[in-house]
């Protein structure tokens, strides 16, 4: 789906209209992946946008930025806070998908990167469900991947480093070539990993086990909230490594992203999961996200930032 277009950009210190954010093909991140990046949504509220989690959005961000030694300057946690909520504004959304992206520009051609400048980016668009509107009631068809997870030592799975992403790249086409909405990377260790953007979780006789950290996956800000979430309401939670015949064997499967948000699982390599759809805890966990992010119970845990709406912005400042 092409992306859908909006007015402002923050770019290189300054704010650009979307047609002029551009960047040089000889910028290293081009040829080397050498970028750093996220994924943020805001949620429509009764006085305006409410950006979901920022503050770890960003602190992951600056965790990523820091694997790749970047020098983010000016943009630290408290700017980047203020420069999301601007740009949200600016854009005069509703509800939207922010990304932050930072990553090596032009400068030398050679692979040693810490001679290119860093370039610290940051764009909204409108985004709906990212695996459709029916995947969040009816669930997924999902398969294991034949595509592994890096292992340890092999990458570095906490960071959103733009260059890991071609596995995921592999996942997804692979998965979609065969009729699947998503693919499950396992780990090399034949342990069950994430989703190419999602987190998994498993529910077996009402309780929840998702694999580890050691299990080369990144650290999702949904997947803490659900965690968060399902202690709220009682549910145990585990984390330990998961086998391919776990996923199979659930009475429930679920994926967590902020793209994804809580998408159940109704199979995984044609094998119907539980009664092959949405289960109760999925459901009740489902019910109690989307409840905070839209507003109908309050935000206890504070994980809402309000965007204060502006009726007109400067062309330049
Ligand atoms: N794993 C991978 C590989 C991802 O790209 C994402 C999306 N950022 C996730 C998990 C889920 O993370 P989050 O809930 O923070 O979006």
Same mark, same amino acid.
């Given at each position: 789906m092409p992306i859908e277009t909006s007015e402002w950009i923050w770019y290189n210190s300054r704010w650009v209209k979307w047609e002029e954010a551009t960047v040089h093909v000889t910028a290293h991140?081009? #040829?080397? @992946?050498?970028?750093?990046?996220?994924?943020?949504?805001?949620?429509?509220?009764?006085?305006?946008?409410?950006?979901?989690?920022?503050?770890? #959005?960003?602190?992951?961000?600056?965790?990523?930025?820091?694997?790749?030694?970047?020098?983010?300057?000016? #943009?630290?946690?408290?700017?980047?806070?203020?420069?999301?909520?601007?740009?949200v504004a600016r854009n005069r959304h509703k509800s939207c998908y922010i990304r932050p992206i930072a990553f090596r520009g032009e400068e030398s051609m050679g692979l040693y990167p810490l001679d290119c400048p860093v370039e610290v980016v940051l764009f909204s668009f409108p985004w709906g469900p990212y695996l459709g509107d029916e995947a969040i009631e009816d669930g997924v068809d999902v398969q294991v991947s034949s595509w592994r997870r890096f292992a340890p030592g092999t990458g570095a799975p906490l960071g959103k480093i733009g260059g890991q992403y071609v596995t995921n790249q592999f996942v997804s086409?692979?998965?979609?070539?065969?009729?699947?909405?998503?693919?499950i990377m396992l780990d090399s260790f034949g342990f069950v990993s994430e989703g190419a953007g999602e987190n998994v979780f498993v529910v077996k006789r009402g309780e929840i086990t998702t694999p580890p950290i050691s299990a080369s996956i990144l650290s999702g800000v949904t997947r803490d909230s659900v965690i968060i979430l399902a202690r709220d309401l009682g549910i145990p939670v585990h984390f330990e490594n998961v086998t391919r015949e776990m996923l199979y064997l659930s009475d429930e499967l679920f994926m967590t992203g902020?793209?994804?948000?809580?998408?159940?699982? &109704?199979?995984?390599?044609?094998?119907?999961?539980? $009664? @092959?759809?949405?289960?109760?805890?999925?459901? &009740?966990?489902?019910? $109690?996200?989307?409840?905070?992010?839209?507003?109908?119970?309050?935000?206890? #845990?504070?994980?809402?930032?309000?965007?204060?709406?502006?009726?007109?912005?400067?062309?330049?400042?």
């Open positions: 991140a081009l #040829h080397y @992946g050498s970028s750093v990046f996220e994924g943020v949504r805001a949620y429509e509220g009764d006085e305006g946008p409410r950006i979901f989690r920022l503050d770890r #959005h960003l602190e992951r961000f600056l965790d990523s930025s820091k694997l790749l030694r970047f020098d983010m300057g000016e #943009h630290t946690m408290e700017r980047l806070t203020q420069l999301c909520i601007d740009l086409i692979e998965a979609r070539q065969n009729g699947y909405a998503e693919g902020t793209a994804a948000e809580v998408s159940p699982v &109704r199979s995984v390599d044609q094998i119907p999961i539980g $009664e @092959g759809t949405r289960g109760p805890i999925t459901k &009740r966990l489902q019910e $109690e996200f989307f409840n905070i992010v839209e507003g109908t119970i309050p935000d206890r #845990h504070g994980w809402l930032t309000c965007v204060p709406q502006i009726q007109s912005v400067a062309v330049q400042d």
